[in-house]
């Protein structure tokens, strides 16, 4: 557990974070990642997952929010910093 104040909780991501996630992502969110990527909101969380050196999701009784830092390379110099809520 990273952060818990009895309402909102921090903790390590897990696979059923993303399937609960992909159907109550934000509509903004779901607009960037197709045009970025051309990405479903479970592709984008599960290759966040997937791909992330770490993984947290924030949670209010439910995930709200999954955020991570991921490289494309185990051992790289460059990393990307993303977030979906």
Do not use: Q
């Not at 993303?18 to 990405?39: F, K, Q, T, V, Y």
């Amino acid at each position: 557990m990273y952060y818990d104040d009895g309402e909102v909780r921090v903790r390590e991501s897990v696979e059923k974070d993303a399937i609960e996630m992909a159907g109550l992502m934000r509509r903004s969110d779901i607009d960037e990642i197709w045009a970025s990527n051309h990405l479903t909101p479970l592709e984008a969380l599960t290759k966040g997952l997937d791909n992330s050196v770490f993984c947290l999701t924030v949670e209010n009784g439910r995930p709200i929010a999954m955020f991570g830092v991921a490289s494309e390379y185990l051992i790289a110099s460059k990393a990307v910093v993303w977030l979906l809520g």
